[in-house]
């Protein structure tokens, strides 16, 4: 419920949990600020709640019952932006809150149509953050489940159900047989961890550490020390090819493309040098090229190929989505597992690191990628959905001797902290450079070529503002989420972080004494603005959690340029849950710092 004044009155709004759809294939043409009929039975649960609240509201009676529609997407923000595929055709819709979104977004259309962009990260309206698999059905019952939800709280572990599966591949069943907790990625239903069997395969919600940490770990350690499998279907997969692609990649990316049978990371600035996409690329032969991203950008990321697509016809782009999927193999006794399942020498010096391959993996004829994100020895094998299941019994039937473990995306993603490896849209996004994003090995200012070239030697020649840096974190029993703020003992303002309007509200111990700095119980105290004493607030996280075999709990963010290689203990404190914890930015990855694990 909420209330607010009304004149001489008070408002009681309530988002019930027996919402009912108006008009959910379209709204008619005719109609404008009508209201519906009144409907107080449907709203009488939360009424009588509001009334236990706030007496004197009861007391008063009802003066008038406004029931009227909202409008919303299945995540409960606008659609907004070009529409993929149509050439100026845009969208502004799903404003549910008009008053208060409509100037931002009118402020985002009006830049984007004018300047070629927003002018600020719109990522979370994009109409392009949706795919095909958001029928009318699916946002039905999407929409209904965030209305029913507007007032509570969303766990970080948290799946929410509704209109799930939707997409699912070939390894669905088998997942599930493997007591695998599955997660929604970009409408796919993946392998997040595995609950031990004689277990019910279920996140207990939590901000802390909860029932997957120690399953996860035992993924990891397995992984690392012998070898593990994990489904990658999730990823964004295309195919460039024709005469001109080539020159095409050349001028998107900022990396130069690979020779046939090599791999390139690369990411992709706009006009502005502000990056847009980081993707890896394979030349899988002549005039043509496989590429791999980010599932959850593939509409994003398609608009702006389309956009630049040569108008003589000499390049052509493929999305497969769903009709390429993949699994990944990694740890030391991965290669071994390989060769086993392969009539080609898989050897170091016949497939080395960074090499693609298309070879017949378990009898099924495959690509192969020499590389893996948990920064390990390892591959990624690529395979049509009919081959998926007998490509993984050939892998369990083949890893058994090595002692394989199915691990899920969450164990992919604490052994990617422990290398410090960035994610796309957390750790790089639209308001970072290449540079404040720290891939300067992948930006070839020589090329002379690519879109955003002349921003991006801007940002070099007069220093990024910002560096993307790795930090060990004194946890307790949680471990950083996301936009947590970092704070340092310095008394320079480096411009970093805009001032707040005022020091925000006081904090408390647990005694209900107001604290500040070391008068906390943790560390400093949590924030109050973002000046405290000889603390404040620098920077910000992006993203982090428990990097499992290395026993650390990390985090990754962004602070001033000038303080992104200062390992100094006591210099940074992050807070987690309302106290600062001891920070220490780790400028080598804590796992396998020299490489040598992977490219071996």
């Not at 071994?336 to 170091?348: A, F």
Request: net charge neutral; aromatic share 12%.
């Amino acid at each position: 419920i909420y209330t607010r004044q009304e004149r001489n009155g008070i408002l009681l709004g309530t988002y019930e949990k027996a919402c009912k759809p108006w008009s959910p294939v379209n709204t008619p043409w005719d109609f404008g600020h009508e209201l519906l009929p009144p409907d107080i039975d449907r709203i009488a649960p939360s009424l009588e709640i509001g009334f236990k609240h706030f007496p004197g509201i009861e007391k008063a009676g009802i003066k008038q019952i406004i029931n009227g529609p909202f409008t919303f997407a299945l995540d409960g923000n606008p659609l907004v932006g070009p529409v993929q595929g149509l050439t100026n055709f845009w969208c502004a819709c799903a404003v549910m809150a008009g008053f208060s979104q409509g100037g931002g977004v009118g402020l985002a259309l009006s830049n984007w149509m004018v300047h070629g962009d927003p002018g600020f990260d719109v990522w979370g309206m994009d109409v392009a953050r949706f795919g095909e698999w958001a029928t009318l059905r699916y946002t039905n019952a999407k929409v209904r489940e965030n209305y029913s939800r507007r007032f509570s709280i969303r766990f970080p572990n948290e799946e929410l159900p509704a209109a799930r599966p939707a997409q699912t591949t070939p390894l669905y069943d088998t997942m599930l047989a493997n007591n695998a907790v599955m997660g929604d990625s970009w409408g796919l239903e993946t392998p997040l961890w595995f609950a031990p069997k004689g277990t019910e395969p279920k996140d207990i919600v939590s901000f802390h550490r909860s029932n997957d940490f120690g399953p996860i770990g035992e993924e990891v350690r397995a992984t690392r020390e012998r070898v593990g499998v994990t489904e990658i279907a999730n990823f964004a997969k295309y195919e460039v090819s024709g005469p001109g692609a080539e020159d095409f990649l050349n001028r998107l990316m900022t990396n130069r493309m690979p020779k046939t049978g090599r791999i390139v990371l690369t990411p992709m600035v706009n006009e502005f040098g502000r990056l847009i996409g980081d993707f890896t690329i394979a030349k899988t032969g002549e005039d043509r090229f496989m590429i791999w991203g980010s599932s959850a950008a593939q509409k994003y990321h398609m608009r702006w190929f389309e956009k630049h697509l040569p108008k003589d016809g000499s390049v052509r782009i493929h999305r497969f989505d769903q009709t390429l999927v993949g699994l990944s193999i990694a740890g030391p006794s991965a290669r071994n597992l390989l060769q086993k399942l392969v009539d080609v020498d898989v050897s170091t010096k016949a497939f080395r690191f960074m090499d693609f391959r298309e070879m017949a993996v378990g009898g099924a004829p495959c690509m192969v990628n020499r590389i893996t994100y948990t920064g390990d020895l390892g591959y990624e094998i690529w395979m049509a959905p009919a081959y998926q299941r007998l490509v993984y019994k050939a892998i369990k039937e083949a890893g058994e001797e090595f002692g394989l473990v199915d691990f899920g995306m969450r164990a992919l993603l604490s052994m990617r902290l422990e290398k410090n490896f960035p994610t796309w849209f957390r750790e790089l996004r639209p308001i970072y450079g290449p540079f404040e994003g720290s891939m300067d090995r992948f930006i070839k200012l020589e090329k002379n070529d690519f879109i955003g070239r002349e921003a991006a030697a801007r940002e070099q020649a007069q220093g990024p503002k910002l560096r993307r840096v790795s930090f060990i974190v004194d946890a307790a029993d949680a471990d950083v989420m996301g936009d947590e703020p970092i704070w340092a003992k310095v008394s320079k303002d480096y411009g970093t972080v805009e001032k707040p309007h005022g020091y925000g509200a006081p904090r408390f111990d647990e005694t209900g004494k107001e604290v500040r700095g070391s008068e906390a119980a943790e560390g400093a105290s949590a924030v109050r603005g973002i000046v405290d004493g000889e603390w404040r607030v620098v920077g910000w996280v992006t993203s982090g959690g428990y990097a499992h075999y290395v026993q650390k709990s990390m985090a990754q963010g962004y602070v001033p340029a000038a303080l992104a290689e200062d390992e100094s203990a006591g210099l940074f404190e992050i807070e987690i849950l309302g106290h600062r914890r001891p920070a220490r930015i780790n400028v080598e990855p804590p796992f396998d710092p020299s490489g040598e694990k992977m490219r071996t």
